[in-house]
Antibody, heavy 127, light 106 residues
Framework: QVQLVESGGGLVKPGGSLRLSCAAS????????MSWIRQAPGKGLEWVSY????????YYADSVKGRFTISRDNAKNSLYLQMNSLRAEDTAVYYC????????????????????WGQGTLVTVSS | DIQMTQSPSSLSASVGDRVTITCRAS??????LNWYQQKPGKAPKLLIY???SLQSGVPSRFSGSGSGTDFTLTISSLQPEDFATYYC????????FGPGTKVDIK
């Protein structure tokens, strides 16, 4: 079945770096756009970054622009998030999610939606 | 950036109740609106996409409506497994989530 499994979370000091990974299975990974979304403890969801199927188009939330880098390896069915210059406010559960962008199009427009999501990996930034 | 608001922020309801949650965008987003359900300690689950399309496998008691700036998620008859937090999300440019609506037991 379709599955996403994140890894790489942990405790890191402010200013430090961490690389998250997301292993995909059960679908043709190279056909799909992917995103990272995070959720601070007790808070709502915040979209972090998006990458197109080929990796040619990338977007970031303003809150992480210049510090985080999204990438993918379609040969390894894997998505990555390199996080540098980490701050306390980056503390969150980080989810990867598949974007079903091209699965539903109507009137010349295609509609992004995230499904499924991984189980999440916790990143804690603290001294 | 497009901002999303939801109302109410929380509500208490009983099994069998009809529940309506509203989501508003700061500018027109056409029908680029999705709804997710999240239970404690779990990843969000897609319920509704493109404002009114039911995701495969989601019970028909869930429905969505709206376009432009105002959207609604309706649960026609609340079931015990529906107590959760619900988020709207715009996918017009690029992505923003609403703050969430927590549905708990009255």
């Amino acid at each position: 079945q379709v599955q996403l499994v994140e890894s790489g979370g942990g405790l890191v000091k402010p200013g430090g770096s961490l690389r998250l990974s997301c292993a995909a299975s059960g679908f043709t990974f190279s056909d799909y756009y992917m995103s990272w979304i995070r959720q601070a403890p007790g808070k709502g969801l915040e979209w972090v970054s998006y990458i197109s199927s080929s990796g040619s188009t990338i977007y970031y939330a303003d809150s992480v622009k210049g510090r985080f880098t999204i990438s993918r390896d379609n040969a390894k069915n894997s998505l990555y998030l390199q996080m540098n210059s980490l701050r306390a406010e980056d503390t969150a559960v980080y989810y990867c999610a598949r974007d079903l962008y091209a699965d539903y199009c109507s009137g010349g427009s295609c509609y992004s939606r995230f499904d499924p999501w991984g189980q999440g990996t916790l990143v804690t930034v603290s001294s | 950036d497009i901002q999303m608001t939801q109302s109410p922020s929380s509500l208490s309801a009983s099994v069998g109740d009809r529940v309506t949650i509203t989501c508003r965008a700061s500018q027109s987003i056409s029908s680029y609106l999705n709804w997710y359900q999240q239970k404690p300690g779990k990843a969000p689950k897609l319920l509704i996409y493109a404002a009114s399309s039911l995701q495969s496998g989601v019970p028909s008691r869930f429905s969505g409506s709206g376009s432009g700036t105002d959207f609604t998620l309706t649960i026609s008859s609340l079931q015990p497994e529906d107590f959760a937090t619900y988020y709207c999300q715009q996918s017009y440019s690029p992505f923003t989530f609403g703050p969430g609506t927590k549905v708990d037991i009255k």
